[in-house]
């Protein structure tokens, strides 16, 4: 069974820092795209990084510029997303997901094809 776990969420002051994983099971990460979408309370999904096969990234949302880092660490299977600087309005239910290449900027429609089950990042003092 094909799967994507995202662990690492939980509750953090504003100014701190989180690390996601994205692990996968089932199949291997080495040849896909993978990238991390997140969804805050009453409002849209919005992309924030994609990494490709070959570890270039795209940056879709502006406002993690210099602040969110995506890596990949094949031999694990595993893809992280390290967030500094954490401010309130991060807090979202983050999801990672799979897909043949990095869109060049996100839609919610095709920018990638399968998903995790998502995991909650809260940021609050």
């Known amino acids: 069974q094909l799967q994507l776990v995202e662990s690492g969420g939980g509750l953090v002051q504003p100014g701190g820092s989180l690390r996601l994983s994205c692990a996968a099971s089932?199949?291997?990460?080495?040849?896909?795209?993978v990238g991390w979408v997140r969804q805050a309370p009453g409002k849209e999904r919005e992309g924030v990084l994609c990494i490709n096969d070959s570890g270039g990234v795209t940056n879709y949302a502006d406002s993690v510029k210099g602040r969110f880092t995506i890596s990949r660490d094949n031999a694990k299977n595993t893809v992280y997303l390290q967030m500094n600087s954490l401010k309130p309005e991060d807090t979202a239910v983050y999801y990672c997901?799979?897909?043949?290449?990095?869109?060049?900027?996100?839609?919610?429609?095709?920018?990638?094809?399968?998903w995790g089950q998502g995991t909650q990042v809260t940021v609050s003092s």
């Open positions: 089932g199949f291997t990460l080495d040849y896909y795209a």
């Open positions: 997901a799979v897909n043949s290449w990095c869109t060049q900027y996100y839609n919610d429609a095709y920018s990638f094809g399968s």
